[in-house]
């Protein structure tokens, strides 16, 4: 065996992807691959199509032209439900619920990651004290917070950020940036926007372009 069959696939890959919107163009054609292990910074100006890429990979829009393959093989989106999640402007909380309750039901959908639970996740993400409080009382940054809880619960492989620094400070900045270099660490990849300088941890991240 050459030392290019023994390489794996790339955990996700697009060729010559495409997204209409009333037969205008939004994006595309674009190509990129990522590995595991891999973060991506996905850039471009507003209304290139950033969020609609994001959506697309987390089997929320359909794909309209071009190839899409996870690990090799031809993406299906009911099929890989469970190995993407989302995180976007709206978080997907229930506000009448806890933090606490919100991921028992995350965790009821998707199952949990090796080794994490509520209790740990929570403690983790530095919501201690808050386990129980109702999500509508806690404040926009705290929401964040349970969000992101709700990476670390849930056993996917791919995270697709949509802007997940907004409404927080440094410390929850820099939280992010240890969430990411510990997911990829362990084998977990990551596309995410930012509209603000990002500095990740282990280094700088891959950039895929957005243009119409």
Do not use: C
């Not at 993407?84 to 039901?105: C, M, P, Q, W």
């Amino acid at each position: 065996m050459t030392a290019h069959a023994s390489q794996p696939p790339f955990l996700i890959e697009a060729r010559g992807l495409s997204f209409y919107r009333q037969d205008e163009p939004v994006f595309g054609p674009i190509d990129f691959a990522l590995k595991a292990g891999e973060i991506a910074l996905v850039e471009g100006d507003n209304g290139s199509g950033k969020t609609t890429l994001l959506r697309i990979l987390a089997g929320l829009l359909h794909v309209d032209e071009g190839d899409l393959r996870w690990r090799g093989t031809t993406w299906r989106r009911d099929d890989h439900l469970g190995d993407t999640i989302f995180l976007g402007h709206h978080l997907g909380l229930k506000s009448d619920l806890s933090a606490r309750e919100n991921l028992a039901v995350a965790a009821g959908l998707y199952g949990t990651r090796e080794g994490m639970d509520v209790e740990t996740v929570l403690a983790r993400i530095g919501l201690s004290g808050y386990e129980d409080e109702p999500v509508r009382r806690l404040s926009a940054g705290q929401k964040k917070r349970v969000a992101l809880a709700r990476l670390l619960l849930t056993p996917a492989t791919l995270w697709l950020l949509d802007e997940p620094y907004a409404n927080l400070d440094r410390i929850g900045i820099d939280l992010v940036n240890r969430l990411l270099a510990d997911h990829a660490a362990t084998g977990g990849a990551a596309l995410v926007t930012s509209h603000g300088a990002v500095s990740f941890l282990g280094g700088e991240p891959r950039r895929i372009r957005m243009h119409a």
